[in-house]
């Protein structure tokens, strides 16, 4: 529309001394930009339209490259390679940190303990074990958060949600009604669906398959993004806000751009604790913007007994559903933990907007001396919980499971 106009304005333009040439340019990138917006734009669809019915469906943190891939080939009718591209990206490194996003769910915080069973069986190739239990806390997950108390296999349950990836209509209620299909012959042929009525049911035998058990955690990370919105409150539409300006438009599409181009060209840090980078040390002795450098800011002020200034590193989550209280909640954990000593053991993961640090720490708890490792697991995120590129104003380094234990 824009472009369209041009060639009428340029006279004003000129009058104004604009040098329209710029303004070409300019509508030229703009064109570029809207052209990539719109090809992201199409993904959710296709990726349902493509998958749903086998079992998987999109949903905010699924990586963009892997559904654009399975996408291609699910186009060229190749589609079990497309499903074999989705089932090596949930390799027990993605699922261990996707596993760990959901304890910004309050209500999934007692599951946890489940959940990581449920993750070293599917470690270990037990898939026979992981399968029932994460479809067990699936549906309990949405049983509690539902406003009628209704679990994610019950054929009454509605788990559309506004402004939701997942909780689309061709989303969680799709994938629902898919794993609720009747299974009423006992079959010991392999399946490649996580039927739960013939899972749990005895019925369909051969569900011991990495495909099924890929499924599975997949319907789990899907249903966080509604779980997410269901305690905030943030299922029905909001307001309808006001249209943007043509000039909040365009930074839009530069920003999309930006942190595409990011994207395509990042790749992790050659990061080997002790060696090339302290394993221990000061803040000041890490790169600024960092992953690790962020998680030595936590644990330095963990030994200063700092509780407000801890409470700041946590999510958005924790922020929005302790409130003021978060702090008191930070020291109730903390006050009878002495920090003696930390020391960075791995770098597991160093994403653009992900980071996974192993530490290992050492404090006192009364007269007990405690030795803790743990996988921390970061995210870059904005004060609204908006996942970006690290780098982007606006953005910091959040911990998700600070509970050193």
């Known amino acids: 529309m824009i472009q369209t106009a041009l060639p009428l304005l340029e006279p004003l333009l000129r009058l104004l001394n604009v040098d329209t040439s710029k303004v070409r340019d300019a509508f030229q990138g703009v064109k570029e930009l809207e052209r990539i917006?719109?090809?992201?734009?199409?993904?959710?669809?296709?990726?349902?339209?493509?998958?749903?019915?086998?079992?998987?469906?999109?949903?905010?943190?699924?990586?963009?490259?892997?559904?654009?891939?399975?996408?291609?080939?699910?186009?060229?009718?190749?589609?079990?390679?497309?499903?074999?591209?989705?089932?090596?990206?949930?390799?027990?490194?993605?699922?261990?940190?996707?596993?760990?996003?959901?304890?910004?769910?309050?209500?999934?915080?007692?599951?946890?303990?489940?959940?990581?069973?449920?993750?070293?069986?599917?470690?270990?190739?037990?898939?026979?074990?992981?399968?029932?239990?994460?479809?067990?806390?699936?549906?309990?997950?949405?049983?509690?958060?539902?406003?009628?108390?209704?679990?994610?296999?019950?054929?009454?349950?509605?788990?559309?949600?506004?402004?939701?990836?997942?909780?689309?209509?061709?989303?969680?209620?799709?994938?629902?009604?898919?794993?609720?299909?009747?299974?009423?012959?006992?079959?010991?042929?392999?399946?490649?669906?996580?039927?739960?009525?013939?899972?749990?049911?005895?019925?369909d035998l051969g569900y011991d398959n990495k495909i099924v058990a890929a499924k599975t955690w997949a319907a789990l990370f899907a249903v966080r993004d509604w779980a997410l919105q269901a305690e905030r409150g943030e299922l029905a539409a909001r307001p309808e806000a006001p249209k943007p300006t043509f000039t909040a438009i365009w930074e839009q599409l530069k920003q999309t751009a930006e942190d595409k181009s990011k994207m395509d060209t990042w790749q992790p840090r050659d990061i080997s604790f002790g060696i090339n980078v302290p394993s221990f040390g000061l803040p000041d002795n890490y790169e600024v913007g960092s992953p690790e450098r962020k998680l030595i800011e936590f644990i330095t002020y963990w030994k200063s007994r700092n509780y407000g200034k801890m409470a700041i590193y946590l999510t958005h989550l924790d922020k929005k559903y302790y409130g003021n209280r978060l702090p008191k909640k930070v020291r109730e954990h903390y006050q009878t933990k002495t920090l003696h000593s930390f020391e960075l053991l791995k770098m597991l993961a160093d994403g653009i907007n992900t980071g996974i640090v192993k530490i290992k720490v050492i404090y006192k708890e009364g007269d007990k001396e405690i030795e803790s490792i743990i996988d921390v697991n970061m995210l870059y995120e904005d004060d609204n919980g908006r996942v970006s590129v690290r780098g982007n104003e606006g953005h910091d380094w959040v911990i998700y499971n600070a509970y050193f234990e």
């Open 37 to 203: 917006v719109n090809e992201l734009a199409t993904i959710p669809d296709d990726f349902n339209d493509l998958f749903a019915s086998r079992g998987w469906i999109i949903y905010d943190m699924l990586n963009l490259e892997v559904a654009k891939a399975a996408i291609t080939k699910g186009k060229e009718d190749d589609i079990e390679a497309a499903e074999a591209i989705l089932v090596e990206y949930y390799s027990p490194e993605a699922v261990k940190f996707l596993l760990q996003t959901l304890i910004g769910v309050k209500a999934f915080r007692p599951r946890m303990a489940l959940a990581q069973k449920a993750l070293l069986d599917y470690i270990e190739g037990r898939f026979h074990a992981c399968i029932p239990v994460i479809l067990a806390l699936t549906d309990g997950l949405v049983n509690e958060l539902h406003e009628k108390r209704r679990g994610f296999f019950s054929d009454q349950t509605d788990l559309q949600a506004w402004d939701s990836i997942a909780g689309h209509s061709k989303g969680l209620n799709a994938l629902a009604k898919v794993f609720q299909t009747g299974r009423y012959s006992t079959s010991s042929e392999p399946i490649t669906v996580p039927y739960r009525n013939g899972i749990l049911h005895g019925m």
